[in-house]
């Protein structure tokens, strides 16, 4: 089992849709794939977490790496996980729920924990992310 964090500077404004849409094909393709993940976004930035296969979490990232919806993604984890995080989730956003409150929460002290720039920015995606609902 694998997980990987990412940032990113979105590109899609601030259309609710155009997330919407995100959402909804990534739930698809992730599901197909046996990857879970949750989504945060703050109107500006991403940040995702991604868990399952490596070589499935691999043709995933290519896949972001190639969509012109966001840019200058920073890849703040890639390790081995002994269990995931994120349950049956194949991609959701986190909403006031026990389990978007415990996956912002884990977000949330994954950033503390880490000592860089884009950790700090993680946090504070994760932070608006949550007061937008």
Not at 11 to 29: N, P, W
Not at 88 to 101: A, D
Not at 122 to 132: G, K, S, T
Request: proline residues 2%.
């Amino acid at each position: 089992m694998h997980r990987l964090i990412y940032i990113s500077k979105s590109l899609i404004g601030t259309d609710r849709s155009d997330l919407d849409a995100i959402v909804k094909t990534s739930a698809v393709r992730n599901a197909c794939a046996g990857i879970t993940g949750v989504l945060w976004f703050d109107k500006n930035n991403f940040a995702q977490v991604l868990e399952g296969d490596r070589a499935a979490i691999i043709e995933t990232m290519d896949r972001i790496n190639a969509d012109e919806r966001h840019t200058d993604i920073e890849i703040i984890c890639d390790r081995e996980i002994k269990q995931p995080m994120f349950g049956n989730w194949s991609m959701t956003l986190p909403r006031e729920t026990p389990e978007g409150i415990e996956a912002t929460a884990f977000l949330i002290g994954f950033a503390q924990n880490e000592q860089s720039a884009s950790a700090r920015k993680l946090y504070e995606i994760a932070i608006v992310a949550d007061d937008l609902g």
